[in-house]
């Protein structure tokens, strides 16, 4: 069993940063790539970022791109998303996620945090 833990999300303004934490425990951490989702309001769960295992290769939905950067410190056993220059469309509870069961953008991983809700407003 995995257990996933965000933290790190609040109320900014435009143009403000954010630095969320996702805090894992349970199985090893190191065999996981891990991702970030968010879901607003009335709007279904979507992909934002992810890390790759072993090789730290990183991808991101073209709305953060830029933007928004994904880190792990496997020591830690602790993911990250660094999120600059914020937009009120970021607004959103952000999710961290473990173990995808198909690409990295897929929604279908094996384990989920409870989320932390992340505001922007202009």
């Known amino acids: 069993q995995v257990q996933l833990v965000e933290s790190g999300g609040g109320s900014v303004q435009a143009g403000d940063s954010l630095k969320l934490s996702c805090a894992t425990s349970g199985r090893t951490f190191k065999t996981y790539p891990m991702g970030w989702f968010r879901q607003a309001p009335g709007k279904e769960r979507e992909f934002v970022a992810a890390?790759?295992?072993?090789?730290?290769?990183?991808t991101y939905a073209d709305s953060v791109k830029g933007r928004f950067t994904i880190s792990r410190d496997n020591a830690k056993n602790t993911v990250y998303l660094q999120m600059n220059s914020l937009k009120p469309e970021d607004t959103a509870v952000y999710y961290c996620?473990?173990?995808?069961?198909?690409?990295?953008?897929?929604?279908?991983?094996?384990?989920w945090g409870q989320g932390t809700q992340v505001t922007v407003s202009s």
């Open positions: 890390i790759s295992l072993n090789d730290y290769v990183t």
């Open positions: 996620a473990a173990e995808p069961l198909g690409t990295y953008k897929d929604i279908n991983y094996n384990y």
